[in-house]
């Protein structure tokens, strides 16, 4: 079998369908972020943004509550940028995550940042017209300390609410199951995914091929959350400005970036080519009948 899967990977995978049991999804199971239906996942985001909102009015800040289509924006910005398709941007700058890297609070950036489209153009302007200070008062309120880019929109995009801090997390905890909140959460739906045979046979093959490029992952959800952690360690949490960095910190950046490009191209072209049409498979055999 093993030497099968080389000769043609995505042709053997895809013969085994037959023989694997299709998996119904539990009721209640949507396909949205953290397993909600579209409708569910509007209502959290609307009620989440209000609850923001009125943490950072009783902080002493003024932050308008996002409406569903601008933090789904923000979601929808991770890995796009004008004139570019994925490939070619995960070709040019990785996920995006150290490549973009200034230290700047993502208000005050001026390219690529999901994070600063999922604020909405009415609170960036409300941050810009802080004083520095202010500003720094503000995202200590509205984020935490630990990670001034896990903005809504981002935690929701990833599905990792436990980097948000400030109102954002005292929102989230109202809003969401205990469990969500933590790092190790992972979506029910890509569990279920992930123990079909089919992509556990895909997932194996993904693993060693990584493996040779040199690249130490046993899923490709493990990447970007990695990267992060990285680039925490490097930049005081996200705080250091680029500015400002040594020149060992910015010889570490460079080298964070490169290691980036490389492991996301690798690991894109193989998702692509076999993961990806394992998961629609499953994911249409498991949601064929309506989600409410």
């Not at 941007?89 to 994070?115: E, K």
Request: glycine letters at 6%; hydrophobic letters at 35%.
């Amino acid at each position: 079998m093993k030497e099968i899967i080389f000769a043609s990977p995505l042709a053997v995978l895809l013969t085994l369908s037959t023989a694997a049991a299709q998996t119904q999804a539990p009721k209640g199971l949507g396909t949205e972020e953290f397993g909600m239906s579209p409708r569910e996942l509007v209502q959290a985001i609307e009620k989440t943004e209000q609850l923001i909102a009125r943490c950072m009015t009783e902080q002493g800040f003024q932050y308008v509550a996002a409406d569903h289509n601008t933090v789904r924006a923000g979601m929808s910005a991770d890995k796009i940028l004008p004139g570019l398709s994925e490939e070619e941007f995960v070709n040019r700058y990785g996920f995006g995550i150290s490549t973009f890297y200034t230290g700047l609070p993502p208000q005050l950036s001026t390219g690529y940042s999901p994070a600063r489209v999922g604020l909405g153009e009415r609170n960036v302007q409300i941050f810009r017209s802080l004083s520095p200070a202010d500003q720094v008062a503000y995202n200590r309120a509205l984020l935490g300390e630990e990670d001034l880019n896990s903005t809504f929109a981002v935690a929701l995009e990833n599905e990792d609410l436990s980097r948000t801090g400030g109102c954002t997390r005292k929102a989230v905890a109202e809003m969401f199951k205990p469990d969500q909140l933590k790092a190790s959460h992972y979506n029910p739906q890509d569990a279920l995914i992930n123990k079909d045979p089919r992509m556990k046979a895909a997932l194996s093959f993904w693993q060693r091929e990584m493996k040779k490029a040199g690249y130490e992952y046993g899923h490709p959800d493990e990447i970007e959350p990695d990267l992060r952690n990285r680039l925490n360690a490097l930049t005081e949490g996200g705080k250091l400005l680029v500015a400002k960095m040594s020149t060992d910190q910015k010889t570490a950046l460079r080298k964070l970036q490169d290691f980036e490009r490389g492991v996301a191209v690798k690991s894109f072209k193989m998702s692509e080519e076999v993961l990806k049409p394992i998961e629609e498979r499953i994911q249409e055999e498991m949601f064929s009948r309506k989600v409410q």
